[in-house]
């Protein structure tokens, strides 16, 4: 099977290769398959040559040096010999790319981003989870493309990180990873097994992630102002016996047709259970004239059932036109339940007692969601542009019985969207893209008021290549909002013997804009991102807190505006060649809160910093974070501050390898505030979960019968619910 490459692309390739003091080497069948040895194509710009060069067609080509390619939309990154070599999933591999703002999150191996915003994965351009990226061999992935400017046909993902893979024709392989903590209840563990034949891979993946005796503590200050200006506070201090538990697990069996040149399908059937109980107990100490000392429980569990299907077929009419379709059918059931109770306190000569009970709230929500969801996607290119358009349709049936309030919710809400989008380059040094999408929602309770809103997403994006290692790009976007059930729910729920919660029948979706200025340097070792956003979004639907009666009733309501201004800088350096990688990302960004009754301005500042080492089979990698803290209306969401050292060792096709979270700190917090005149609080969270924990794990990839495709796989479309949680603190 045939690839097609630049000719020029080539040369540089084999220039570069000589300027290395390597020889390429050239195998002698009749198709000229060439490997390409040691080729450093780092900081290349393709845009430059891919133009007006005509094509060559070579069985096969290998480019064993890790490179970062620049193109117009996205970057190309190529794994070495050594990153594959050292690698046993897909995982692991993404995390010796060591993509700037890009972090797997070493406690669940979750990918995200390091801003927060969604990121959207791919395998040949169809959606995928990070199991499927983990079940992934090393071998097969051709390259990895990071879009961080993703077009309107991605909805509002921050990026898109699409893996280009070759598929096997023959054999199988059964891949695992198994974490253990020694001294927590803290497990990873993972299972995929794969068959192949012809054009076709069956496969099941299941994992599983327990938590257990995790000791959760919480520590809270309330400030309460009454109507006639009166201010007191109570106190919260946590007690032996609160505990976090999670018991979650997902199975997936798959199938999957790819013809390279012509179409690909792709079947999942899905399950997910998830379990989770957060428990607290305390001494509630109320400083009012007159106030009581009690002793608070708060406990809290969500059970989630999800099974789901999911069908995915893609047409190639031709190298530069196709068709992608996708059908997703889903159940979800979350209940949750949270029992808080007041108890009196009253103190004895061996310690304290209990007498009456002071508060006792039992709630108690069972939810229902039957969702569907389909898409049609085009796309069209030609030498300089590209077109590429869209509809999908969302539907979803949802119910909500509040068992303690005796009400039963339910909702039909509807989201269409449909879009088109233009790229077009003008010359050596400029290219831009200009799309628009249309979204339609709409919602029906029963016995309320229906509604139907609708908005326009145009997006825009400028980009100008300085020279072949920077460039200078523009983005505007006009986003969309969605509204939840529990938003628009008129059911009050109590959260303790002060406060309720409700949602708002009248709250109306509402629009973000978002302007971003980015500039790029890629060059030799180093690739560097400098870049700013501002971000407004004017009737922003956000919580707000006012009396009514006794109470404090949080509500949701469509406020006056919210407001972001982030200036950040990703870096990527390659220190010592094969050896040695660094990626450090500082950070800071301002919020502006202006509700309809209160405004806020809140500064953070943050970074992520990341480092592998890598020589005769051992790998050393460490990870930092520090507190991203998110401010929306007037609560502060804290993050983690969190540090992590692992090391490896790769025998054959067997990865052994021993962590540590936090060695160098002796606590773990987490802090939440609310800012409220009339009912604020300073809350901190602390666990021994992570600090100072150890972590053994074994990752293997066996592999029979291997054959892959001799071609590198030319699928590239990505170039271009409904439970409420019992109301708690």
Known sequence: MKQTIPATLLAVALSTLCAHGATPETSTHADDSIAVVYADTTGLNVDSIESSLKQVDLDEVTVEASSWVQKADRNLLFPNAQQIKQSRNGLQLLQKLQIPGVIINPSDQSIALADKSEVSLRINGRPADNKEIQALSPEQIVRVEYIDNPGVRYGEVGAVIDFIVKNPTSGGSFMGDISQSVNRGFGEYWLAAKVNSGKSEFSYSGWCSPRWNIEMLRDNTEHYELPDGTRYTRTEESLDGNKFEQWTNGHSLNYNYLDPQKQMFNASLNFYYGHQENLYRGILTDHSPGGTTSLMLDDSKTHRIRPSLNLYYQYNFDKDQLLMANVVASYERPNSHRIYTEDELIYTDNGFTTGSSLVDIDNLIKSRTYSILGEVDYEKRWKNSRVTAGIRHTQSWITNDYVAQGVDDHMNQGNSYIFGEYWMRLGKHFDFSA??????????????????????????????????????????????????????????????????????????????????????????????KLGAFYTHAPGAIMPEKVWVGDKILTRYNNQRNAKELRFYLDTRVTAIPNWLTLSVGPAWHRYWMRGNNYTHVYNNFYCYATFELSHWGFSLEGMLQTNFNRFWGETLNGGENVHTLKLTYNYKDWNFGVMVFDPFVNDYKVKNENWNRYAGYQQTMTSNMVKQMVVVSVSWNLNWGRRYEAGEQRINNAIGGGGVNAAGK
């Open 435 to 528: 799309g628009v999408g249309y979204s339609l929602y709409s919602y029906v309770p029963r016995d309320r008021e229906s509604h139907l809103y609708s908005i326009w997403r145009p997006r825009i994006s400028a980009r100008y290549t300085i020279d072949d290692h920077s460039s200078l790009r523009f983005n505007f976007v006009r986003m969309g909002s969605v509204i939840s059930l529990d938003m628009l729910s008129p059911v009050v729920q109590d959260v303790d013997g002060i406060q309720q919660s409700t949602g708002n029948p009248d709250v109306k979706p509402y629009a973000t804009y978002k302007y971003d200025l980015q500039y790029q340097y890629n060059r030799s070792i180093f690739y560097g």
